[in-house]
T-cell receptor, first 114, second 110 residues
Framework: DGGITQSPKYLFRKEGQNVTLSCEQN?????MYWYRQDPGQGLRLIYY???????QKGDIAEGYSVSREKKESFPLTVTSAQKNPTAFYLC?????????????FGPGTRLTVL | GQNIDQPTEMTATEGAIVQINCTYQ??????LFWYQQHAGEAPTFLSY????GLEEKGRFSSFLSRSKGYSYLLLKELQMKDSASYLC???????????FGKGTMLLVSP
């Protein structure tokens, strides 16, 4: 089946540790995105990538890093510099044909930092 | 920049009709999406509007007025499973990213 996978569904880490969230897609989409969602908040863009080996900062990139070495994969690292890392993290992808292209979302990873 | 406003919460009764509004202020308009998100799950695509008017898809319809910077999502024949958060998102200039509103939590009661 084609789709976007994120693992794990739930992740717990101690304060001060870096943690990497995985996102894989087999939809042959060029663009991939990472969002953060906090209770009662909309989705806020962390990083996005429109092509392999290139990515851009979103609205809240501080304390996060990404890589895009393969078209299918866009891992997000939450570093110890991120002051409030506990949140629901969503990955999305789409083609880059134009504005009508819909972003499709993975199931999300809920990160809790203790 | 982009600014999107939608009500925080709405309640409705099973079988009824509900309209969820979204207003936006953008520096360049390239279209507007509606997504549905159940608690703890991924958002799923409902509709996309770029031209003025109403787009109907079964029980769900979406309306856009570009001159007023206004959209709404209309849900008919409400079912319990429609209890979810509904996210409005505008397409940013360059077409590469979306700006999301905070979402409207809809609670459908028996």
């Amino acid at each position: 089946d084609g789709g976007i996978t994120q693992s794990p569904k739930y992740l717990f880490r101690k304060e001060g540790q870096n943690v990497t969230l995985s996102c894989e897609q087999n939809l042959n989409h060029d663009a991939m995105y990472w969002y953060r969602q906090d209770p009662g908040q909309g989705l806020r863009l962390i990083y996005y990538s429109q092509i392999v080996n290139d990515f851009q900062k979103g609205d809240i990139a501080e304390g996060y890093s990404v890589s895009r070495e393969k078209k299918e994969s866009f891992p997000l690292t939450v570093t110890s510099a991120q002051k409030n890392p506990t949140a629901f993290y969503l990955c999305a992808s789409k083609t880059t044909g134009g504005g009508t292209d819909t972003q499709y979302f993975g199931p999300g990873t809920r990160l809790t930092v203790l | 920049g982009q600014n999107i406003d939608q009500p925080t919460e709405m309640t409705a009764t099973e079988g009824a009709i509900v309209q969820i509004n979204c207003t936006y202020q953008t520096s360049g308009f390239n279209g507007l999406f509606w997504y549905q998100q159940h608690a703890g799950e991924a958002p799923t695509f409902l509709s996309y509007n770029v031209l003025d008017g109403l787009e109907e898809k079964g029980r769900f319809s979406s309306f856009l007025s570009r001159s007023k910077g206004y959209s709404y999502l209309l849900l008919k024949e409400l079912q319990m499973k429609d209890s979810a958060s509904y996210l409005c998102a505008s397409v940013n200039s360059g077409y590469s990213t979306l700006t999301f509103g905070k979402g409207t939590m809809l609670l459908v009661s028996p």
